[in-house]
Nanobody, 121 residues
Framework: QVQLQESGPGLVKPSQTLSLICTVS??????????WSWIRQPPGKGLEWMRA???????YYKPSLQSHTSISRDTSKNQFSLQLSSVTPEDTAVYYC?????????????WGQGTQVTVSS
């Protein structure tokens, strides 16, 4: 079973760049047709999909967040990362990493436990 674990700073000041890391175990981030995403949930709001990176390194983004975010991966560490630039208090949220894939037509969807990020001076 694939397991994901987010790590991040917890508290970030406005205008700083936030970096989050998702460490994956039980599977490789280069396994064909696995898609790795970052999703967040601000307090009192729903889930917001932000960015994804595919098994082949291809990346996907939510258009409204394109200039504000980037995603990368380190295959040697089996990790993928999210960077948010110029954060504001509106970026306060629980951030989750996620993987979606299919095996023999059965869909799978695994999540990390989430990491709280608060943007405050």
């Amino acid at each position: 079973q694939v397991q994901l674990q987010e790590s991040g700073p917890g508290l970030v000041k406005p205008s700083q760049t936030l970096s989050l890391i998702c460490t994956v175990s039980g599977g490789s981030i280069t396994t064909s047709y696995y898609y790795w995403s970052w999703i967040r949930q601000p307090p009192g709001k729903g889930l917001e999909w932000m960015r994804a990176i595919a098994y082949d390194g291809g990346t996907y983004y939510k258009p409204s967040l394109q200039s504000h975010t980037s995603i990368s991966r380190d295959t040697s560490k089996n990790q993928f990362s999210l960077q948010l630039s110029s954060v504001t208090p509106e970026d306060t949220a629980v951030y989750y990493c996620n993987v979606k894939f299919r095996e023999r037509l059965v869909p799978y969807d695994y999540w990390g436990q989430g990491t709280q990020v608060t943007v405050s001076s």
